[in-house]
């Protein structure tokens, strides 16, 4: 039989990401590639390390999470998360620090859709008076 591990479901814009956490040594697998390759950018990787520092569980965990959908920052807002979400069924200690800094909060801020007869969303056309 495997370890017991914590599963914890996250979303941002059009992704969803599945996050696994178990006690371990601090392996971080998304994808099947670490963490780093698969958030080049500084940005989106430290992104998704502040839920496990805000729950002081750095080095303590490994993480598996599997997503799909969007861009990759959508993508690493949805791990982030699933992985904050998991960490609270893991240890319910940890819920107030990891609420505190919004990471059980859903950001549910998405593209709006373009409106008939502008350019963009909002954008209207160039008034012409002639």
């Known amino acids: 039989m495997a370890d017991q591990y914590y599963e914890g479901i996250g979303r941002r814009k059009t992704s969803t990401a599945r996050v696994r956490v178990m006690g371990g040594s601090g392996a971080f697998i998304v994808n099947g590639k670490p963490l780093e390759e698969y958030f080049p950018r500084v940005g989106d990787a430290n992104s998704v390390l502040t839920a ?9 965990v490994d993480v598996s999470a599997i997503v799909r959908g969007g861009g990759r920052t959508g993508q690493a807002g949805a791990v982030k998360m699933g992985l904050a979400r998991a960490l609270v069924l893991m240890n319910p200690d940890w ?11 859903r950001d549910a801020r998405a593209k709006e859709r ?17």
């Open 52 to 60: 496990l520092e805000d729950a002081s569980a750095s080095g303590t």
């Open 95 to 105: 819920h107030s620090p990891l609420a505190k800094n919004n990471h059980l909060r």
């Open 114 to 130: 373009k409106k008939p007869g502008l350019k963009r969303a909002r954008k209207a056309p160039t008034y012409t008076k002639r």
